[in-house]
């Protein structure tokens, strides 16, 4: 669900974009009965929170999914490095 766009607004966004572009973006906020911008800030967040989600959601095919889930299902393996590398002291811990 887009952010609401009417509580709190402190902040100020500048863009500029084609003639033809503001020609359709103005018509589509027309047509939903929507005013400028409110139809650009909920479209954008929109838009926004889309791009974010393709980053936390992912689809994999059948053969993809199969793999990853044996790879979650595997036994653990020592790592005897990676143990000796996180009981060492950082740097930051080092004198």
Same mark, same amino acid.
């Given at each position: 669900?887009?952010?609401?766009?009417?509580?709190?607004?402190?902040?100020?966004?500048?863009?500029?974009?084609?003639? %033809?572009?503001?020609?359709?973006?103005?018509? =589509? &906020? +027309?047509?939903? /009965? !929507?005013?400028?911008? #409110?139809?650009?800030?909920?479209?954008?967040?929109?838009?926004?929170?889309?791009?974010? %989600?393709?980053?936390?959601?992912?689809?994999? =095919? &059948? +053969?993809?999914? /199969? !793999?990853?889930?044996? #790879?979650?299902?595997?036994?653990?393996?020592?790592?005897?490095?990676?143990?000796?590398?996180?009981?060492?002291?950082?740097?930051?811990?080092?004198?």
């Amino acid at each position: 669900m887009p952010v609401a766009a009417s509580k709190g607004r402190t902040e100020r966004l500048n863009i500029r974009v084609t003639s %033809a572009q503001a020609r359709l973006i103005r018509r =589509a &906020a +027309k047509v939903t /009965n !929507a005013n400028l911008s #409110a139809f650009l800030v909920e479209s954008a967040c929109r838009r926004a929170e889309e791009a974010i %989600a393709s980053q936390q959601h992912f689809v994999y =095919a &059948a +053969k993809q999914w /199969n !793999a990853f889930m044996a #790879a979650l299902d595997r036994p653990a393996q020592e790592k005897p490095r990676l143990r000796a590398l996180l009981r060492a002291p950082s740097i930051l811990e080092r004198g």
